[in-house]
C-alpha cells in the first residue's frame, strides 16, 4: 500500500516567485492536512480538506492556499515567496475526519532564495 | 483555541529505564490526543491516539500513554527505553468543536536513550 507521496522533495525558489506543491495521500483517505515544519517554530497548522472542502485553516498570509481534488489529492500554493517561506512543508492523510490519526509524507524542503 | 505542551524540550534515559515524555494540552470541547514520532531523515509516523474510553491507552513499539482528564496532560511512555527509540516526540490534540478540522502539535521533545 502506497503511503502519503509528496512531489517534489526538493525545491529552490526565488524571492517573489510562487510554487506549487503536491499531495497524493493514501489510496481512501479523504481527508489531507498541510503542516510547515521550521526548527524555531515547530509544525504549524496550515489547512485541512476533507472531501474537497477547507474544514480549517491556520494563521498563515493569504499567499498560502490550498485546494484538494475530486481524487483527494491536494495541492498548496504560496505566492510572492519570501525569505522566511523556507520550510519543510508536510502533507498528511487520514480516512476520515482526522479522528483516526495521520500518515505523513516525508515532505517538500523549500529553499527561497 | 487549542493549544499543546511538551515542557521538556530534551528527555535523556538509559537503556532499560522507563520514560516518560510529558505533554498538557488545552481545547474547549472534548479532546482527541495523539502522539507522533519523527525519526532523523523520516517522516512522522503515528504511535498512539486517546479518543474515549480507557485512560491508558496502548501503541505501537510498546509504547503507551495515559490521559488525565483533571491534569489535562497525556504523557507518553515506554517500560523500557531501547536505543532505537531515540528520536523527536510530538504530542497532538484536536477539538472536534469550533477547532474542527484542526490538529496542534507541540513542539516536539527530543528523546536520547544511551546504552
Known amino acids: 500500500k502506497a503511503g502519503v507521496t509528496q512531489t517534489p522533495r526538493y525545491l529552490i525558489k526565488t524571492r517573489g516567485q510562487q510554487v506549487t506543491l503536491s499531495c497524493s495521500p493514501i489510496?481512501?483517505?479523504?481527508?489531507v492536512s498541510w503542516y510547515q515544519q521550521t526548527p524555531g517554530q515547530g509544525l504549524q497548522f496550515l489547512f485541512e480538506y476533507f472531501s474537497e472542502t477547507q474544514r480549517n485553516k491556520g494563521n498563515f498570509p493569504g499567499r498560502f492556499s490550498g485546494r484538494q481534488f475530486s481524487n483527494s489529492r491536494s495541492e498548496m500554493n504560496v505566492s510572492t515567496l519570501e525569505l522566511g517561506d523556507s520550510a519543510l512543508y508536510l502533507c498528511?492523510?487520514?480516512?476520515?475526519?482526522?479522528?483516526?490519526?495521520?500518515?505523513f509524507g516525508s515532505g517538500t524542503r523549500l529553499t527561497v532564495v | 483555541a487549542q493549544s499543546v505542551a511538551q515542557p521538556e524540550d530534551q528527555v535523556n534515559v538509559a537503556e532499560g529505564n522507563p520514560l516518560t515524555v510529558k505533554c498538557t494540552y488545552s481545547?474547549?470541547?472534548?479532546?482527541?490526543l495523539f502522539w507522533y514520532v519523527q525519526y532523523p531523515n523520516r517522516g512522522l509516523q503515528f504511535l498512539l491516539k486517546?479518543?474515549?474510553?480507557?485512560?491508558l491507552v496502548k501503541g505501537s513499539y510498546g509504547f503507551e500513554a495515559e490521559f488525565n482528564k483533571s491534569q489535562t496532560s497525556f504523557h507518553l511512555k515506554k517500560p523500557s527505553a531501547l536505543v532505537s527509540d531515540s528520536a523527536l516526540y510530538f504530542c497532538?490534540?484536536?477539538?472536534?468543536?469550533?477547532?474542527?478540522?484542526?490538529?496542534?502539535f507541540g513542539d516536539g521533545t527530543t528523546l536520547t536513550v544511551k546504552p
Open positions: 498528511a492523510s487520514s480516512p476520515g475526519q482526522g479522528i483516526d490519526g495521520y500518515t
Open positions: 497532538a490534540v484536536r477539538d472536534m468543536g469550533t477547532n474542527a478540522g484542526k490538529s496542534t
Open positions: 489510496s481512501g483517505h479523504r481527508s
Open positions: 486517546y479518543i474515549t474510553g480507557d485512560n
Open positions: 481545547v474547549s470541547g472534548n479532546p482527541y
